[in-house]
């Protein structure tokens, strides 16, 4: 198994570009989840899913898109980045929320917006 | 708001024991988890609390107190490798996660 991978690892874009960030799960689970890591500060969610076709906004959605149109999949969008959004990137996967939801990572995307 | 308070760092030497504490404000509480993480690495499961008392798994060990909103890690027998960031993350009523900024954990030969 290889758990939650993410692709890619690192990404250096210009200020106005789009990309998107893919996460991917094999260990069934209905819930995943994208954060972003800045120095100093707790990992901050930006969106989450909480089944297959579903999404919903965390606590820092602006800037970005996401979709989950298959349950192992999730998609981070970023339709015209900004210095801001410079950041590691987690994605993460839990078998159900509620109370004891241990959340699995990703090793993280690097991205620096220049 | 919500909070949750963690050193920011802590040193220690090898084979001896930390206390890594946390304090946390938040809208009700669902449970309270521990990650390590390495630097430059994913976050990874260390423990989860949700009723009062000490949880004991091998080197470490997790205590809450909830009418206080405190809860601590301790490592015992410190080895190298435990040099990582420690992060607590708290579960509010809408069992949305809450994380700290983390401790980073400097051990010392």
């Known amino acids: 198994n290889a758990g939650v991978t993410q692709t890619p690892k690192f990404r250096v874009l210009k200020t106005g570009q789009s990309m998107t960030l893919l996460c991917a799960q094999d260990?069934?689970?209905?819930?995943m989840y994208w954060y972003r890591q800045d120095p100093g500060m707790g990992l901050r969610l930006i969106h989450y899913?909480?089944?297959?076709?579903?999404?919903a906004k965390g606590e820092v959605p602006d800037g970005y898109n996401v979709s989950r149109l298959k349950k192992q999949n999730f998609l981070l969008g970023l339709e015209s980045a900004a210095p801001s959004q410079t950041s590691v990137y987690f994605c993460?996967?839990?078998?159900?929320?509620?109370?004891?939801?241990?959340?699995?990572f990703g090793p993280g995307t690097r991205l620096t917006v220049l | 708001g919500q909070n949750i308070d963690q050193p920011t760092e802590m040193t220690a030497t090898e084979g001896a024991i930390v206390q890594i504490n946390c304090t946390y404000q938040?809208?009700?509480?669902?449970?309270l988890f521990w990650y390590q993480q390495h630097a430059g690495e994913a976050p990874t499961f260390l423990s989860y609390?949700?009723l009062d008392g000490l949880e004991e798994k091998g080197r470490f060990s997790s205590f809450l107190s909830r009418s206080k909103g405190y809860s601590y890690l301790l490592l015992k027998e410190l080895q190298m490798k435990d040099s990582a960031s420690y992060l607590c993350?708290?579960?509010?009523?809408?069992?949305?996660?809450?994380w700290g900024a983390g401790t980073k954990l400097i051990i010392k030969p």
């Open positions: 993460a996967s839990s078998e159900k929320g509620g109370g004891y939801n241990e959340q699995f």
């Open positions: 260990m069934n689970h209905e819930y």
């Open positions: 899913s909480v089944g297959e076709g579903t999404t």
């Open positions: 938040t809208s009700g509480f669902n449970g």
């Open positions: 609390n949700v």
């Open positions: 993350a708290v579960i509010d009523s809408n069992y949305q996660l809450i």
